[in-house]
């Protein structure tokens, strides 16, 4: 009896020792789900990396806020917040890439308010105005609290205040020799409110020979090729002209994007300040040379967000070419025209940079027979067209395509 008695008591023992066990009270450190949060002020700290392997790799102080003079800066929400910017001096040969790369660190603290609705958060530095780092915060209510998710990753918080290491590699036309802006900014969208927002100090730029991936170790050239390239870029009657008392840095790279050319080379000029080139304010000069037959293949002025720009004397000669061609004379015939758009376009057929314009007619004509899309394709068409699309490869001399501009159907069917 006395037996049986004890085995009951250690089934009971047993019984409350588990059932203790599953009503513990889970530890602080514990993640909760999101509708048991309840917002706290502990500082949370976090560190994002765009590419993860730049938390490994050595890396240099180039400059920051503390070395230039600077205190930490507060920034202030709201609709009339502050945007200040900071000047600081680049290596006078500063690219980036393909040799030394640029790293921007964004080291700050914010803290939301804790009345802070649903919305969005950005804390943003941008330098020389493109893009360089970015954090968003989306603010969430669960149980009258703030839950705030970072930079649309996993990342959680349930404090309101937390501190941000941010890394990220600059873009190409971020860096430029001499002297660059970085600019800071605090947006809120919606019911997002800040409190505070706090730059430190060690925020600012950093060096490594790592590149972002290993496609741009790839797109380097040996040092005899690249003196090749430099050579023939710099030798070029119409480069001369255009550099003469300009102030800039070299990038030599194989060339890469949309067209794929046998032993072509990228020579950029990177500008120290911006220049007018003819009618367009360039950023920078691109010089595509190839090797083999020892000339410039394309030369066009970069615009400040780093998109190839046509000057007024290209665009004349797109369309010189275009007036000339024999299918668009023949579509011309009779009708009174005006050429209401020209711009630059690249790949296909137009190759690495080319033109193309739209010529609009005074009425819509009626159009029957073999429609020239292509010089040597031709399709059918027995439609009224308005204008016509064309578009020239520069490089070639020539219309390499012709689209019609076909007027929509009336509603209902009706005539237009």
Not at 218 to 235: D, F, P, T
Not at 362 to 386: H, N
Request: proline letters at 6%; glycine letters at 8%.
């Amino acid at each position: 009896m006395k037996r049986k008695l004890l085995a009951i008591a250690s089934i009971i023992l047993i019984g409350v020792i588990m059932l203790s066990s599953a009503c513990e009270v889970q530890a602080p450190e514990t993640e909760l789900e999101p509708y048991e949060y309840t917002h706290t002020t502990e500082l949370k700290q976090f560190e994002i990396y765009e590419y993860d392997h730049i938390k490994d790799i050595d890396r240099s102080a180039v400059m920051t806020l503390g070395q230039l003079g600077y205190p930490d800066l507060t920034l202030a929400g709201g609709e009339e917040a502050d945007s200040p910017s900071v000047e600081y001096m680049l290596p006078e040969d500063a690219t980036q890439g393909p040799d030394t790369w640029y790293i921007i660190h964004l080291h700050f603290l914010i803290e939301f308010d804790e009345k802070t609705g649903g919305g969005f958060c950005w804390v943003t530095a941008n330098v020389n105005d493109m893009a360089g780092a970015s954090v968003e915060f989306e603010t969430l209510t669960v149980n009258d609290s703030p839950f705030i998710r970072i930079s649309g990753e996993s990342a959680t918080s349930t404090s309101t205040r937390m501190e941000v290491r941010y890394y990220n590699y600059l873009t190409l036309m971020g860096i430029k020799p001499g002297k660059n802006v970085m600019t800071f900014k605090l947006e809120e969208s919606k019911g997002a409110r800040v409190k505070s927002l706090q730059i430190f100090n060690d925020t600012g730029i950093e060096s490594t020979t790592v590149p972002p991936s290993e496609y741009e170790e790839q797109m380097k050239l040996s040092q005899e090729e690249q003196e090749k390239a430099k050579e023939i870029a710099l030798n070029d009657p119409r480069v001369k002209e255009i550099l003469e008392g300009k102030e800039y840095s070299v990038r030599i790279t194989r060339a890469d994007g949309i067209i794929q050319a046998e032993n072509e080379v990228e020579v950029r000029l990177v500008f120290a300040t911006t220049y007018m080139i003819e009618d367009v304010e360039a950023s920078a000069l691109d010089i595509f040379v190839n090797l083999d037959e020892g000339k410039v293949t394309y030369l066009f002025p970069l615009s400040p967000s780093g998109m190839p720009e046509l000057t007024e004397s290209i665009k004349e000669k797109a369309v010189g070419i275009a007036l000339s061609d024999a299918d668009v004379q023949k579509l011309l015939e009779g009708k009174e025209y005006s050429i209401t758009r020209i711009g630059p376009c690249q790949g296909g057929p137009v190759g690495r940079l080319g033109a193309n314009m739209d010529i609009t007619f005074d009425k819509a004509y009626l159009f029957q027979g073999d429609f020239p899309y292509f010089p040597e394709e031709r399709k059918y068409l027995d439609k009224p067209i308005e204008g016509i699309e064309i578009f020239v490869n520069l490089k070639e001399e020539r219309v390499v395509q012709i689209w019609p501009d076909i007027p929509p159907p009336a509603p209902n069917g009706g005539e237009k």
